[in-house]
C-alpha cells in the first residue's frame, strides 16, 4: 500500500480533469442564465424546467435550483397592489391648499 501526503493528494486532485456532470452542469448554468434572461427574470425553477427541456436541456427541478443558487440567480416577485385610500364615504374632505 502506497501512501500518499497531503499535497500530493491535493495536487492530483487540482491536476484531474473536470467531470462529466461538471462540464453538463456549466453548459446548463449557461442555458439557465439565457432563458432567465429571456423570461424576464420571472420564472422560478419550477416554470424554467419546461423551458429548458424545450431547449434540449433536460434537468430536474432540484439541479436547476442548486444551480440557480450558486449563481445567485433569484427571480423578481411581483407585489399586490394594497389600496390605502377609501373615497367612497360621507366623512367631510378637507381643502386642497
Known sequence: MRLMSRS????????RPTS???Q???????A????H???RQTYGAERL???LKAD???ASVGRIKRL???MNLRCKQKRRFKATTNSNHKLPVADNL
Open 49 to 51: 424546467q419546461p423551458e
Open 68 to 70: 440557480r443558487q450558486e
Open 8 to 15: 500530493g493528494g491535493y495536487h492530483a486532485w487540482d491536476e
Open 32 to 35: 439557465i442564465r439565457a432563458a
Open 20 to 22: 462529466k456532470r461538471a
Open 56 to 58: 434540449g436541456f433536460p
Open 37 to 39: 434572461q429571456r423570461t
Open 24 to 30: 453538463a452542469d456549466a453548459r446548463l448554468c449557461v
